[in-house]
């Protein structure tokens, strides 16, 4: 059973910074797609970004230039580095990965982060 587990939210304040972890078990983050997600209150879960198991990466617009994913294989970790925060970018956020072709399969608990004065 793969497990991923996310740490580094927390609250921060406009212009911040933050950089988010998700660690998984196994070895299976060297060779697969891990997503960054996240849900703000009252709104639907959105992609924040991609990186594949050669290291491409891929960023929803509005993320582009303030966020950036990176992952560490030695540790089975991906990171998700996010600057200039911003009050609307509040949200839980989650890392997911799967087997090829099937889709996100596995899901992390969340990682709250909060951007408050």
């Known amino acids: 059973q793969v497990q991923l587990v996310e740490s580094g939210g927390g609250l921060v304040q406009p212009g911040g910074s933050l950089r988010l972890s998700c660690a998984a078990s196994g070895s299976i983050v060297r060779a697969y797609v891990v997503g960054w997600f996240r849900q703000g209150p009252g709104k639907q879960r959105e992609l924040v970004a991609t990186?594949?198991?050669?290291?491409?990466?891929l960023y929803t617009d509005s993320m582009k230039g303030r966020f950036s994913i990176s992952r560490d294989n030695a540790k089975n970790t991906v990171y998700l580095q996010m600057n200039s925060l911003k009050p609307e970018d509040t949200a839980v956020y989650y890392c997911s990965t799967g087997r090829p072709n099937m889709g996100w399969e596995y899901w992390g608990q969340g990682t709250q982060v909060t951007v408050s004065s």
């Open positions: 990186i594949s198991g050669g290291g491409s990466t």
